[in-house]
């Protein structure tokens, strides 16, 4: 079982930064995918970042790429989204998620991953 906890959302101005964290508990965190997703009023939730165990494989949803950085410490179970250039269309939930399963590309859809946080907003004002 891997709970997940995120932090960093809040308010910021367009062209801002944040930082969101995850904090996730569980001897195998580190053997996990870890991927952010977002979901803004009215909408779907949608992926923005995934990155597996060791950090070689990171993928990014092209509404973000250049903008976002994905990154883990495996060491503190720990995963990190940088959110750079933020846009008021960045304004949405925020939501960490786990996934279990090894290999093939990184997981892009909801179903694929096992686990969730909370979900923190993000508030990107024009």
């Known amino acids: 079982q891997v709970q997940l906890v995120e932090s960093g959302g809040g308010l910021v101005q367009a062209g801002g930064s944040l930082r969101l964290s995850c904090a996730a508990s569980g001897r195998t965190f580190s053997y996990y995918t870890m991927g952010w997703f977002r979901q803004a009023p009215g909408k779907e939730r949608e992926f923005v970042a995934g990155i597996k165990w060791s950090g070689s494989s990171i993928y990014y949803a092209d509404s973000v790429k250049g903008r976002f950085t994905i990154s883990r410490d495996n060491a503190k179970n720990t995963v990190y989204l940088h959110m750079n250039s933020l846009k008021p269309e960045d304004t949405a939930v925020y939501y960490c998620?786990?996934?279990?399963?090894?290999?093939?590309?990184?997981?892009?859809?909801?179903?694929?991953?096992?686990?969730w946080g909370q979900g923190t907003q993000v508030s990107v004002s024009s």
């Open positions: 998620a786990a996934r279990s399963r090894i290999g093939g590309n990184i997981a892009t859809l909801e179903y694929e991953y096992e686990y």
